[in-house]
């Protein structure tokens, strides 16, 4: 037989010049092996361990007898529920099967080769990525130092100082994954005070509802006085539906109309829809998420300094954690024990390692494995 063709290089340069975003370990396979040991403890990928709304069950269950159909297009339902939860206009939002699809899109729609998207160093590594596939060119500006006040968090000034006439989109994550590191609704204003208007500035507001800081507010509060503030959500985290995708954007009109025609006509299914405006009707659920998180994340920051480890402050639902040289190791001895963390040296942070803050029986297994291992 003819050897087959390497379609690889059939892809776009800057498709084949592209490496997939990493998910971490194979958690399927580690589960089964995991099983009837104790159980896999899943600290890796800031997922909400307290679980959606008990409302969910029952409305995805109320789904299941219309699988055959196809689900509203438009997702109207949920839409309306988003616009009265912002006091936002329909046409200002955009859903996603997650909001990782959105910022992909923001920058296939927004950029082209050539142009500039800007990022921070140490931002979510599905910046990077979105830019490469669009082919454009992609500016990281530099970050707080491991000694600064914030450390390793975005330099809004450095930032504003890396927009240049080229520059078409700006990326960041406020608080930002994976540092969990923030900046407060004023310094927001002043960058955007420096941003030209034809920019388009995303905030990635993925951690907002675990949020505690009063000075960070939700950047939707700028957008009557920056149009071109773009401002990202997701169910993945603090709603719970990691599960089933579903994200959205709130933006000016036009930038949901220019993006309309790439999205997929049912890009969200019919669980997802519904579990979405099921979940956002629970406020007191959320209410109850937002207060378990803020305990227990001081709780575990407290017991992992107690074993001498630096702990970055953090406004999300995981704490970056500084391990030192001996990290990789500290993470095979954990990984044997079926504790997963997230190894953070794609990020150039071979020293840390991310870690999920789960309900308190989890962290206290967290927290007595790495007693064991650091012994
Ligand atoms: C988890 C996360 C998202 C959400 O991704 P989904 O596709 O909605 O699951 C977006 N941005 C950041 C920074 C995240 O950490």
């Given at each position: 037989m003819a050897e087959a063709y390497d379609f690889r290089a059939r892809a776009t340069p800057a498709i084949r010049a592209l490496t997939a975003y990493d998910p971490g370990h194979d958690i399927p396979a580690l589960r089964l092996r995991f099983a009837g040991h104790g159980g896999l403890l899943e600290l890796?990928?800031?997922?909400?361990?307290?679980?959606?709304?008990?409302a969910v069950s029952a409305v995805v269950q109320s789904v299941l007898p219309e699988l055959h159909r196809y689900p509203d297009p438009a997702g109207k339902a949920l839409k309306t529920a988003i616009a009265r939860l912002h006091g936002v206009?329909?046409?200002?939002i955009l859903l996603g099967n997650g909001s990782h699809e959105l910022l992909m899109q923001l920058a296939q729609v927004f950029s082209a080769p050539g142009e500039g998207i800007v990022v921070s160093r140490y931002?979510?590594?599905?910046y990077p990525i979105a830019a490469q596939a669009a082919g454009a060119r992609l500016v990281s500006a530099d970050a707080f130092g491991e000694?600064?006040?914030?450390?390793?968090?975005?330099?809004l000034d450095a930032l504003a100082a890396a927009i240049?006439?080229?520059?078409k989109l700006v990326f960041f994550a406020n608080p930002n994954n994976p540092t969990g590191t923030w900046f407060g609704t004023e310094a927001l204003a002043a960058f955007m005070a420096q941003v030209p208007p034809d920019v388009l500035v995303v905030a990635?507001?993925?951690?907002?509802?675990?949020?505690?800081?009063?000075?960070?507010?939700?950047a939707m509060a700028l957008r009557a006085r920056f149009p071109n503030l773009v401002v990202a959500r997701t169910f993945s985290k603090a709603y719970g539906l990691a599960g089933l995708r579903a994200g959205y954007l709130v933006a000016d009109a036009s930038v949901v109309r220019a993006m309309e025609p790439v999205r997929?006509?049912?890009?969200?299914n019919a669980m997802a829809l519904a579990a979405a405006e099921a979940a956002l009707a629970d406020a007191a659920h959320l209410e109850s998420v937002r207060r378990g998180n803020a305990a227990e994340r001081a709780r575990l920051a407290e017991g992992l300094a107690g074993l001498g480890l630096t702990v970055l402050p953090s406004q999300t639902n995981f704490l970056l954690v500084r391990f030192g040289p001996d990290t990789a190791a500290i993470e095979q001895a954990l990984f044997a024990r079926g504790v997963i963390l997230r190894p953070m040296a794609g990020y150039g942070l071979r020293q840390y390692l991310r870690v999920t803050v789960a309900t308190p029986a989890e962290n206290d297994r967290l927290l007595a494995a790495l007693c064991e291992v650091l012994a």
């Open positions: 890796g990928s800031n997922e909400n361990a307290y679980g959606p709304s008990p206009r329909e046409d200002q931002c979510f590594a599905v000694q600064a006040d914030m450390p390793l968090g975005h330099d240049t006439p080229a520059t990635d507001e993925a951690y907002i509802e675990y949020v505690t800081d009063p000075a960070l507010q939700s997929e006509s049912f890009n969200l």
